[in-house]
């Protein structure tokens, strides 16, 4: 299949495109560079270019006419959002219209989006099922909520078929060492965790031991990169096999607090790290965890690497080689 791959050069996407690649796809990857890096769009063509340019779009459209678009391309920072929520509607909603818009004018079907556990808010219940209510608590989450809606009124207005997919705490690195998270600035917990174990900062900071958890920390579900991106293409297969409209809640329905992390990259690693109390971070919710039941039922999606410890190890031998190419270079 022909599959344009916006927001490709970014953490998730990336992974995505050499997936496809390796399935066979004939991938192209459309991306502004604002926050990804053309280094990891690992083959297929790349194509640099903003969703806010329609001409743009239309260019790409005429020229590769795709059977179906992934888009990738959001911000991704709940506290940023907060302070500036004229850069996420702009980028997370109206852009994405524009890339909506085009699919509906070039007459191409099937949509992919990336969705997040962001659209529930706090949660009323755990583990959270595709049904809980959605109550978004700033705009990085209703930006998600809107585009969701949003597709309901394409399908029914234009025909164009989607699947959203409402990530947990994505997590992790393509096992082969070749691609790894990396956001400028960084604010994952794992990322975070291991620079600090490889000294590239003085600590991890624990945001808040006052949660009703066992151990007082927050719990999330972290889901490995390279699982998140084969529920995508099952999830397109099915698209284009059905024509049936879905939403799926993509975790492994298992939840680890934040100092169970921490434990496990020391574990993992061999190595210590510092570890300093802070206060608790501004909208977080005490837990998050999926219900992943319906992906499973209806999509046959199995995670491959369901285990902290695994989604840990991968993430740190990609940071390695990440960090070793970078001395390279430097030395060079
Ligand atoms: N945390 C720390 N110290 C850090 C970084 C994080 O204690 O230095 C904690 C956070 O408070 C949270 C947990 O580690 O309890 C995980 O935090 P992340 O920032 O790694 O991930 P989030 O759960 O905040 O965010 C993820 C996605 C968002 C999405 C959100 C859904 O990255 O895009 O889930 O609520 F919006």
């Known amino acids: 299949m022909k599959i344009l791959v916006v927001g490709g050069a970014g953490y998730i996407g990336s992974h995505m495109v050499k997936m496809l690649l ?23 063509d790349f194509i640099r270019g903003d969703l806010a340019d329609q001409a743009k779009l239309d260019e790409v459209f005429d020229a590769h006419q795709p059977d179906a678009v992934m888009d990738f391309a959001s911000h991704i920072r709940v506290d940023e959002s907060v302070k500036h929520p004229d850069k996420y509607y702009f980028n997370n909603v109206s852009n994405t219209l524009n890339l909506l818009n085009a699919m509906v004018r070039h007459e191409v079907e099937y949509f992919i989006f990336s969705s997040s556990a962001a659209i529930f808010g706090e949660p009323e219940y755990v583990p959270i099922d ?28 234009y025909g164009l ?47 808040g031991r006052d949660y009703d958890t066992p151990d007082g920390t ?44 921490i434990d496990a990259a020391k574990r993992v690693t061999g190595y210590k790290m510092k570890v300093i109390d802070g206060p608790r971070r501004p909208g977080d919710p005490a837990r998050l ?27 740190w031998e990609s940071l390695g080689v990440r960090l070793l190419s970078e001395r390279k270079r430097r030395v060079a």
């Open 218 to 261: 927050c719990i999330r579900d972290y889901i490995h990169v390279v699982d998140l991106c084969a529920a995508h293409g099952m999830a397109l297969g099915r698209l284009m096999a059905t024509g049936l409209s879905r939403r799926y809640n993509l975790g492994n329905g298992q939840g680890y607090s934040v100092q169970e992390v």
């Open 130 to 157: 595709q049904a809980h209510p959605k109550n978004p608590l700033n705009p990085y989450g209703r930006s998600k909520w809107m585009i969701e809606q949003i597709l309901e009124d394409y399908e029914r207005a």
């Open 289 to 315: 965890v999926a219900d992943p039941t319906p992906a499973r039922e209806e999509l046959g999606w199995v995670p491959a690497y369901p285990d902290l410890e695994t989604i840990i190890l991968h993430a």
């Open 22 to 44: 390796e399935q066979g796809h004939a991938v192209k990857t459309f991306d502004n560079l604002s926050s990804g890096f053309q280094d990891a769009v690992l083959g297929g």
């Open 161 to 207: 078929k989607s699947t959203c997919l409402r990530y947990f705490n994505a997590a992790g690195a393509d096992p082969s060492g070749l691609l790894s998270e990396r956001h400028e600035p960084e604010t994952h917990l794992i990322p975070l965790a291991l620079q600090a174990i490889s000294g590239k900062r003085g600590g991890i900071c624990v945001y």
